[in-house]
């Protein structure tokens, strides 16, 4: 059973937005600094964006501007993390994986992707 689920990909235009979502246990996106990443075919996986358990975030030079990553501060079971992608580019096509990382034990998860597809 994924312990990270994303979704919210799918065609868009060049210069629109989609708002991609992963869904994960509250006590996970509490206490792991949370990723996204892509790969575009060909190529290998890259960083998008992270935000920290303390809710700093950081991004790959090429989105910092264009991407905007956020999480949830519910109360209930379960959260997620967002990544709101907008003057989408050709070249942001790719498959965009959901990361869970925490930075004492060095623990990793990943979700299946989903695919963001950005052409005219």
């Known amino acids: 059973q994924l312990r990270l689920a994303e979704s919210g990909g799918g065609l868009v235009q060049p210069g629109g937005s989609l708002r991609l979502s992963c869904v994960a246990a509250a006590t996970i996106i509490r206490t792991n600094t949370m990723r996204w990443w892509r790969q575009a075919p060909g190529k290998q996986r890259e960083f998008v964006a992270e935000?920290?358990?303390?809710?700093?975030?950081?991004?790959?030079d090429s989105v910092r501007g264009r991407f905007t990553i956020s999480k949830d501060n519910t109360q209930s079971a379960q959260s997620a993390v967002y990544l709101q992608l907008s003057s989408l580019k050709p070249e942001d096509t790719a498959v965009y994986y959901c990361?869970?990382?925490?930075?004492?034990?060095?623990?990793?998860?990943w979700g299946q992707g989903t695919q963001v597809t950005v052409s005219s």
């Open positions: 990361n869970s990382f925490h930075v004492i034990s060095g623990a990793s998860d």
């Open positions: 935000v920290t358990t303390g809710g700093v975030t950081h991004y790959a």
